[in-house]
């Protein structure tokens, strides 16, 4: 989820990670597929969760599809018991047995729909406005009334989120989240920015460092745009579309594999190579969740304090 609503205190952890707003966390600060306008005022990145679109879908057709067809499966052995059983004395036995696998089945239905709606029928992004203006962080959340979140960007906590490892590969992800804090140092409410990256590696490792330091680097772009402005910012690397398209979903995707195929690495050619075929699949899901979802529109109140003219900030923008 790209919102976690909660009311508790700061832990060990995040503070233990934190991202000072007044200190540099990386020699040089870089752009590169986060952002999607960049403007004297204000510099637009998308979520933490941006790249993960589709998962959710493929969730849905491996696991939803299966489930909800096994539940039809159990349902029909529960009401039309085979002649066999009635004869062997078990017709109360498959009743309750097959009833207890169709509930089980049409539970993994229903959490692997809920990821469905994760992905579909929501919005082709949440994005995030760093308006340097009034100092301001806009996080969307939904399109109407109370849809954006707004936090000043003095007194914002950020941290590393470190998840831990896990899955086939046993990786880990890093992102940045973002803690919105009440008037009692309390969290309210957070959300993950820009660069979300995983690890196969310790963060000690020299390829960790490397991954690492793109994460670093990201958020030192924000910061240093907050900080110093837009003058002294290198462009942006490379921004992300608005558009919803397949051609968009394709190359959006196949960067990193891109990357992979250009990194001179044998080992890295030969798994960028396997990994075609997914990153493919997952491209289509991609593009398919993309299509149902709505575009975010930011409130005129977010909008009117986003457009300030060039000569009102005595600034150029790095593009």
């Known amino acids: ?9 700061i832990s060990d952890d995040e503070i233990a990670a934190r991202l000072q707003q007044k200190q540099r966390c ?38 939803g599809i299966p489930a909800i067809c096994l539940t039809a499966m159990f349902i029909w052995m529960a009401i039309e018991v085979s002649p066999a059983l009635r004869q062997k004395g078990q017709t109360e036995l498959t009743h309750w047995g097959c009833g207890f696998l169709a509930l089980s089945s049409f539970g993994a239905f229903l959490w692997a729909t809920h990821f469905l709606f994760v992905d579909c029928f929501n919005y082709t992004s949440k994005p995030i406005r760093f308006n340097r203006p009034n100092r301001t962080i806009y996080a969307f959340k939904h399109n109407g009334p109370d ?49 979300r990256v995983v690890l196969a590696s310790s963060e000690e490792g020299p390829l960790g460092q490397q991954v690492m330091n793109e994460l670093y680097e990201d958020f030192e772009y924000y910061r240093r745009f907050m900080e110093e ?17 397949f051609q968009n979903s394709i190359s959006f995707l196949f960067k990193d594999e891109s990357a992979l195929l250009k990194s001179g690495s044998v080992f890295l050619v030969v798994f960028g190579i ?28 977010v909008e009117r304090a986003c457009r300030v003219l060039p000569a009102e900030t005595g600034e150029s923008v790095a593009t």
């Open 1 to 9: 989820m790209n919102f976690k609503c909660t009311s508790r205190y």
């Open 26 to 63: 990386a020699d040089a600060a870089k752009s590169s597929g986060t952002a999607f306008e960049a403007t004297d005022s204000y510099l637009e990145v998308c979520d933490g969760l941006y790249r993960e679109k589709g998962w959710g879908l493929l969730a849905f057709f491996m696991g």
């Open 147 to 195: 849809g954006v979140v707004a936090v000043p960007w003095d007194d914002t906590l950020f941290y590393i989120e470190r998840s831990p490892k896990g899955g086939l590969f046993q990786t880990a992800a890093r992102v940045v989240r973002c803690l919105v804090l009440n008037e009692k140092g309390q969290v309210t409410d957070s959300f993950p920015i820009g660069k």
């Open 229 to 245: 402005g837009s003058a002294l910012l290198p462009p942006v690397e490379s921004f992300l579309s608005k558009e919803v398209s």
């Open 274 to 301: 396997i990994g075609l075929v997914p990153y493919f699949i997952f491209s289509c899901a991609n593009y398919v969740a993309m299509r149902t979802c709505r575009q975010p529109v930011w409130p005129d109140d």
